[in-house]
């Protein structure tokens, strides 16, 4: 039976331009036919298209999730949140807790730990764990995903090499906590072989509703390779069960994995870096607090290259993890060589977070048409809302005007399309736009319709999906999403704080719960 709609009193904010708005629209099959106003409608409705009154309610483009990473998000988000701990004996509680309702020997997870947040600063080691959960193996995952704890039990099973750089060792033993490049190249892979495909499939089921209760009708979906093998397919096989468009980025530098699975695109979070938080994102500079330590880079420069060079090659768009100045230095060289031998005017590569850009970086990636994939929500998650004191204990002063410059690459007239890098930052696009028009360095800040285009127009380009989301246009998908006020009318500071009435993916309507999903 063919699906015709008429939304009618409605506040519809295209993002086509800026400013361009409508009261009504009609949609078909999941595709938009018209859009005009009330008036406009009534030859509609006689026809039988079904009505739906909005009542001034505001409607944009469903938004759009350009980084993201859908297994792991849902993994996460069913293990136990340790976001709120205040200290190890409350991790530890928790933990605890999980293991009594849990069977003996099966694994205790926990997520979202981020140990700056807890009074003795540091992650629990693996004696601290051993004492509260003896009889199961833990692992907790730190927020950013680049470091973790293990207790004795996990170790054991996993048997990780002790010479795994990035292995915490002291007295010959290991303390428990792995951070980068051994979490990345053991730890994850490991960790991903003891999961089932039933349990991998409910993973995506909860990380889809997660995204559609937040707005989100798209997710790009960096998921598999190294950090999850096979994890690709899985979706693959499974798009059709997911109430969200999704676009495959298969996070490996296999190019013949991803050409059989018959991808156009590869990489996302293949990290030529680590974390900030974990000390691991690669400077040119020491960290402040670490006068040793420059963070470290994941591949070789002949490595990158030929990566790059060959992906370039096969006509594959390619995105790459670059947190710092010296990673995007390693890819951004990568890819200038690529496009010198082989120009190509529209390849959409993307550098993704490029947190701590140089500018003369900027001017490059200008020049060579490379996109910035950026997640405006870690400003008030990790960096600091107001004034940016986390990272200024981390760089000192002299490097915060070049954290997250989002004027600085605008204005340079780099596409920037945002994301959230679930689970690292919850799904949450309005968090996003407030934290880019509130930047804390005012200079670097955006308006409220260049935050907008991140998660919605900008970001359906980075895909080459423009021509079918991204904007409310005729002809283009009824992916919509229904605000309970105008963002571009509230105080610049309660952005985040408008409600989701419901989503439209193709037409289709879901109500939104609010009630599910963390964070």
Not at 433 to 449: C, D, E, G, K, Y
Request: aromatic residues 6%; charged residues 20%.
């Amino acid at each position: 039976m063919t699906d015709r709609q008429v939304i009618i009193n409605a506040d519809i904010i295209t993002m086509a331009m800026e400013n361009q708005r409508y009261q009504a629209l009609a949609f078909e099959d999941g595709i938009i036919t018209v859009l005009g106003n009330n008036s406009d409608m009534v030859p509609l409705i006689n026809q039988g298209f079904s009505k739906q009154d909005f009542k001034g309610k505001t409607v944009l483009p469903g938004f759009i999730d350009s980084h993201e990473h859908l297994m792991l998000t849902g993994s996460q988000e069913t293990s136990v949140h340790l976001d709120t701990a205040a200290s190890i004996d409350e991790i530890l509680e928790h933990l605890s807790d999980r293991a009594g309702s849990t069977p003996k020997g099966e694994w205790v997870c926990g997520s979202n730990l981020n140990e700056q947040n807890i009074r003795e600063k540091t992650m629990p080691g693996r004696e601290a764990l051993d004492s509260a959960v003896p009889d199961h193996p833990v692992f907790i995952m730190h927020v950013t995903c680049h470091m973790c704890s293990l207790n004795t039990r996990a170790l054991e099973i996993l048997n990780p090499p002790l010479d795994l750089e990035g292995l915490d060792i002291k007295s010959g033993s290991p303390t428990g906590v792995v951070r980068d490049p051994g979490i990345l190249t053991f730890v994850h892979p490991a960790m991903n072989k003891i999961v089932s495909e039933d349990d991998k499939v409910s993973h995506l089921l909860v990380a889809a509703d997660l995204a559609l209760n937040k707005g989100v009708t798209t997710v790009h979906a960096l998921d598999g390779g190294d950090l999850g093998q096979g994890d690709m397919s899985v979706i693959c096989r499974n798009l059709h069960r997911l109430p969200v468009h999704v676009v495959c980025y298969n996070q490996t530098m296999d190019i013949k994995e991803v050409k059989d699975l018959g991808l156009p695109r590869i990489g996302g979070c293949i990290c030529a870096d680590g974390a900030f938080e974990a000390h691991t994102a690669a400077l040119f500079e020491p960290y402040f607090d670490e006068p040793d330590n420059y963070g470290a880079l994941t591949y070789s420069q002949e490595k990158m290259d030929a990566f790059i060079m060959e992906a370039h090659g096969q006509g594959l768009q390619i995105a790459v993890h670059c947190e710092s100045e010296r990673s995007i230095e390693q890819v951004l060289r990568a890819m200038e060589k690529a496009l010198e031998k082989l120009p190509r005017t529209d390849h959409r590569h993307r550098i993704e977070h490029l947190e701590l850009p140089t500018f003369n970086q900027i001017r490059r990636m200008a020049k060579s048409g490379i996109m910035a994939s950026m997640q405006p929500a870690f400003i008030p998650a990790f960096i600091g809302e107001n004034d940016m004191t986390s990272y200024g204990a981390l760089l000192g002063k002299t490097r915060l005007n070049r954290v997250h410059p989002y004027r600085s690459i605008l204005d340079a007239g780099i596409p920037i399309s945002g994301g959230s890098d679930s689970p690292v930052t919850p799904y949450a696009p309005l968090k996003g736009i407030q934290a880019a028009v509130n930047h804390p360095n005012p200079l670097q800040r955006t308006s409220v319709f260049e935050a907008m285009q991140m998660f919605t127009s900008t970001a359906a380009f980075s895909a080459f999906e423009e021509k079918e989301k991204g904007t409310l246009e005729t002809g283009k998908f009824a992916d919509l999403v229904v605000l309970e006020n105008d963002p571009f009318n509230v105080p610049a500071d309660k952005i985040k704080d408008i409600g989701i009435h419901s989503v439209f993916v193709k037409g289709r309507q879901h109500i939104v719960n609010h009630l599910q999903g963390h964070g």
